[in-house]
């Protein structure tokens, strides 16, 4: 099979601007990159099928990652005193599959996350399911697989 480099490359670019508009705390932004149907998942276990029925760390339909990024905007958010400070890498990007309208994306990514004299590292994979739209990609879900998921964790404010 022939790689298509422009669906690569769009989809690269997609995804860079995604972490970036995250890292520069453009959540709003951000946001407008999910369709109306959109969903951001965070399994709590390696593997883990079913969002509904089994825990997860964080499932969220659009509704819900409009109040998260209301909260991240909140003067009174405490979580998020001071500011933390993100920053990305996403490497490793492959076209899982591609129909009509859709593309499933899987990606590694690195985020350090800096708050209050304290550095965290957070590794994983991300599973991007793609929808063409009329002018531009949209994100249909958001798989964040964490490499810890199954470890105790403190509260996660800023979205993966």
């Given at each position: 099979?022939?790689?298509?480099?422009?669906?690569?490359?769009?989809?690269?670019?997609?995804?860079?601007?995604?972490?970036?508009?995250?890292?520069?705390?453009?959540?709003?932004?951000?946001?407008?990159?999910?369709?109306?149907?959109?969903?951001?998942?965070?399994?709590?276990?390696?593997?883990?099928?079913?969002?509904?029925?089994?825990?997860?760390?964080a499932?969220?339909?659009r509704?819900?990652?409009?109040?998260?990024?209301?909260?991240?905007?909140?003067?009174?958010?405490?979580?998020?005193?001071?500011a933390?400070?993100?920053?990305?890498?996403?490497g490793?990007v492959?076209?899982?599959?591609?129909?009509?309208?859709?593309?499933?994306?899987?990606?590694?990514?690195t985020?350090?996350?800096?708050?209050?004299?304290?550095?965290q590292?957070?590794?994983g994979e991300?599973?991007?399911?793609?929808?063409?739209?009329?002018?531009?990609?949209?994100?249909?879900?958001?798989?964040?697989?964490l490499?810890?998921?199954d470890?105790?964790?403190?509260?996660i404010?800023?979205?993966?």
């Amino acid at each position: 099979m022939v790689p298509d480099l422009l669906l690569i490359s769009r989809v690269e670019q997609f995804l860079f601007q995604e972490a970036r508009l995250l890292d520069e705390r453009r959540f709003e932004e951000w946001l407008s990159l999910f369709s109306d149907d959109g969903v951001y998942w965070i399994p709590a276990r390696i593997k883990q099928e079913d969002p509904i029925e089994e825990v997860s760390i964080a499932y969220e339909d659009r509704q819900l990652l409009e109040v998260r990024v209301r909260r991240l905007r909140h003067p009174h958010n405490y979580s998020d005193q001071p500011a933390a400070r993100t920053q990305r890498i996403i490497g490793n990007v492959t076209i899982v599959s591609k129909t009509d309208d859709i593309t499933l994306v899987r990606s590694n990514f690195t985020l350090v996350e800096f708050q209050n004299d304290e550095q965290q590292v957070f590794a994983g994979e991300y599973l991007h399911t793609l929808r063409e739209g009329s002018q531009d990609l949209k994100i249909v879900q958001k798989r964040v697989n964490l490499l810890n998921c199954d470890a105790p964790m403190g509260a996660i404010v800023i979205p993966f």
